[in-house]
């Protein structure tokens, strides 16, 4: 079993749109969980970064954390065309190295 | 803030070539930094950590003879891949970050060797 577990789409829909995206984990020792975007030949680039469960906003982004089902989530309301990206999940126990799930492709239809 | 760059973004040479590629903090001093190889449709892979001033931590399967990696200051690690052969071309991304802050990423170089 990997220790993060993200599915790797594609996810299309249309402009408009809220997106939901999630990653399961399996080690408990993460307190530290990171969403990245990461477009077409370039480096990740970080979205949002929560410690520990709940939940944090930021703009259009919603990233939520659940530690008791292992649960990470990212929200994206009004989805927009210059969303689409490859969205990777991310964890660690913090100066721990950190695992990155495989990442879902989204694309957000005009 | 947090930027990190890095240098070049392309690279096409001969096998045999020897390449070096640059990762810069450029607004921040970077306790750690890391780097990555990532294939097509696949996630990051883990290749080495690189604290300042000490020896690179290498990850299982990578060969450190055949990558070397350079740390010499808090704000600049090189990835030098050695005698570079077909199959290690790749799309290599450096990252940095301060203590347990989450990292930062350079915007990759994408290595392809003839």
């Known amino acids: 079993q990997k220790e993060v577990e993200q599915d790797p789409g594609p996810l299309s829909v249309p402009e408009g749109a809220i997106v939901s995206l999630n990653c399961t984990y399996s080690n408990s020792a993460f307190q530290y969980f990171m969403w990245y975007r990461q477009y077409s030949r370039k480096g990740p680039e970080l979205l949002m970064y929560?410690?520990?469960?709940g939940n944090k906003e930021d703009g259009r982004f919603t990233a939520q954390v659940d530690k008791s089902s292992k649960y990470i989530s990212l929200f994206i309301r009004d989805s927009q065309p210059s969303d689409s990206a490859t969205y990777l999940c991310?964890?660690?126990?913090?100066?721990?190295?950190?695992?990155f799930g495989t990442g879902t492709k989204l694309q957000v239809i005009p | 803030g947090a930027v990190v760059s890095q240098h070049p973004s392309r690279v096409i040479c001969k096998s045999g070539t020897s390449v070096k590629i640059e990762c810069r903090s450029l607004?921040?001093?970077?306790?750690?930094m890391f780097w990555y190889r990532q294939f097509p449709k696949q996630s990051l892979m883990l290749m080495a950590t690189s604290n300042e001033g000490s020896k690179a931590t290498y990850e299982q399967g990578v060969e450190k003879d055949k990558f070397l990696i350079n740390h010499a200051s808090l704000t600049l690690s090189t990835l030098t891949v050695t005698s570079a052969h077909p199959e290690d071309s790749s799309f290599y991304i450096c990252?940095?970050?301060?203590?347990?802050?989450?990292?930062?990423f350079g915007d990759g170089t994408r290595l392809s060797i003839l």
């Open positions: 990252s940095a970050r301060i203590g347990d802050q989450p990292q930062h």
């Open positions: 607004d921040f001093q970077a306790t750690t």
């Open positions: 991310a964890t660690s126990g913090g100066y721990q190295k950190v695992t």
């Open positions: 929560t410690y520990s469960s």
